[in-house]
C-alpha cells in the first residue's frame, strides 16, 4: 500500500551546513536563567527530564565544565520522596520512573552515583513491575513500553542489574524473563514496536523497546531485518527522519531511529549525509539550539537529539554517545556499564 509522503523542502542556499556547536552551548546556558520566561514555566512538569537534556548536550560538546555541578545535584536532592524511593520531575511534584532514570543520568553523567540512595530506587523501580511483567510509569498505574525502558536502564546505570547465569534472579530485584516477555509481546507484524502488544509501531517506542533489548542483551530475540526495513522507511525526500509512515521530519526522529538502527548494527540503512544535511538544517542560527523542522523555534529537547544523532554518524568535535543511553559513551564506559549492540 502506498504511503502519503508529507515533508519540508529545505532552501540549499541558506540551508545551514555546519555544526554551530558554540552558540548551541551558549544557547543552553542562557536556558532557564529567566525563572519567568513563558516556556520555562510551561515545561515545569518535566524539569528533571529538561535538565537531563541540558547536561547531555553539554557533555557531548565537551563543555561540562561550564556547569554548575551543585545546582544539578542540589535539584536531584530536592526531587526526590524518601517514602516511595523515586524522583519527581520538580519539587512538589509525585514520583515517576521517567525521571527517576533522569536523575539518575544527571548524577552518573557527573560523577556522582554514589551519592545516590540506590536502595531506595532499585525499591522504587521494583513496586513498578505488574504481574504480565510490564512496567507502570508511576503509582496511577499506566502501562507504556517506555517505562520498561526505563526501568532497566535506571537499574544498569546503579549497576543493579544481574545478567549473568551465575547471578539468581532474587538479585535482579525485578522479574526480567517476564519484563523481556512483555517487550517481545509489543512487537507488530511490520516489524515495529508500540507502547503496549498491538498498539502502533511508533519510532520512539522503538528506541525504548530496543534500548531495552540491548540493556538486557537479548537482540538476538527479535527480526531485526523487518524493523531495521520499517525505520529505514521513515527516512524522507529532504533526508529527515519522521516516527511513523505518513508524518512531517522531526529532529528529535533522527535520534529515535538513528540510535536503533545503531543497535541492531544496521545504521547504513538509511542515507546518513542526507539526515545529516537535515538535522543541521534545523540549526537555528541567531539564537543557537535545533528545532524539530528547519524555520521553527528550538528547544532543549529537540537540541539534545539533533546533538546526540549528529554524534552517532561520526560528526567531528563530539564525544561519542551510547546509542543504548543517549548518554556521552565514556560516561557508560567509567561506570562499567555494558549493553548489546549488533555489528
Ligand atoms: C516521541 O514522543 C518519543 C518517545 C515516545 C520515546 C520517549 C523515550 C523515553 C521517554 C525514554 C527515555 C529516553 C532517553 C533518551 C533516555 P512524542 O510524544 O514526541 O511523540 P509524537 O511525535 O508522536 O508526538
Ligand atoms: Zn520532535
Not at 544539578?72 to 511534584?93: R, V
Not at 513491575?129 to 526505563?150: I, K, L, M
Not at 549473568?164 to 517481545?184: C, G, K, P, Y
Not at 529515535?256 to 537555528?284: C, E, F, N, P
Request: glycine content about 8%; proline content about 4%.
Amino acid at each position: 500500500m502506498a504511503n502519503l509522503l508529507k515533508d519540508v523542502v529545505i532552501d540549499e542556499k541558506s540551508r545551514p551546513k555546519q555544526l554551530l556547536l558554540e552558540k548551541h552551548v551558549d544557547y543552553l546556558l542562557k536556558y532557564g536563567k529567566d525563572a519567568n520566561d513563558f516556556e520555562f514555566c510551561t515545561t515545569e512538569y518535566l524539569r528533571m527530564s529538561g535538565m537531563y537534556w541540558v547536561l547531555t548536550t553539554l557533555a557531548v560538546a565537551k563543555k561540562l565544565d561550564t556547569v554548575q555541578r551543585d545546582q544539578f545535584l542540589d535539584f536531584i536532592d530536592e526531587c526526590w520522596d524518601s517514602s516511595s524511593g523515586g524522583y519527581s520531575a520538580c519539587p512538589g511534584h509525585d514520583p515517576h520512573i521517567l525521571y527517576t532514570l533522569s536523575a539518575v543520568q544527571i548524577a552518573a553523567t557527573l560523577d556522582a552515583i554514589e551519592r545516590l540512595p540506590s536502595d531506595d530506587i532499585v525499591r522504587y523501580v521494583r513496586s513498578l513491575q505488574n504481574p504480565d511483567g510490564s512496567f507502570a510509569g508511576d503509582r496511577w498505574g499506566e502501562v507504556d513500553t517506555r517505562f520498561s525502558f526505563c526501568a532497566v536502564a535506571t537499574l544498569a546505570l546503579l549497576g543493579r542489574l544481574h545478567l549473568d547465569d551465575n547471578d539468581n534472579d532474587t538479585d535482579n530485584n525485578i522479574d526480567l524473563e517476564s519484563a523481556v516477555r512483555f517487550v517481545l509481546s509489543c512487537q507488530n507484524f511490520d516489524g515495529g514496536f508500540g507502547s503496549r502488544p498491538n498498539a502502533e509501531s511508533h519510532a520512539g517506542l522503538i528506541y525504548c523497546c530496543v534500548g531495552f533489548l540491548s540493556v538486557v542483551r537479548r537482540l538476538a530475540s527479535i527480526d531485526g531485518d523487518t524493523l531495521a526495513w520499517w525505520l529505514s522507511e521513515r527516512q524522507l525526500p529532504s533526508g529527515g527522519l519522521n516516527g511513523r509512515p505518513e508524518k512531517l521530519p522531526d529532529v528529535c526522529y533522527s535520534w529515535w531511529v538513528i540510535s536503533s538502527l545503531t543497535m541492531l548494527g544496521r545504521q547504513r540503512w538509511i542515507d546518513s549525509d542526507r539526515l545529516k544535511a537535515y538535522i543541521l538544517a534545523s540549526q537555528d542560527v541567531e539564537t543557537g539550539g535545533f528545532s524539530d523542522r528547519p524555520g521553527d523555534l528550538p528547544d532543549p529537547f529537540h537540541t539534545v537529539f539533533g546533538v546526540a544523532a549528529l554524534s552517532l554518524l561520526g560528526e567531528p568535535g563530539l564525544l561519542q554517545v551510547s546509542p543504548t543511553f543517549c548518554m556521552p559513551q565514556q560516561v557508560i564506559d567509567r561506570l562499567g556499564v555494558t549493553s548489546q549492540i549488533l555489528s
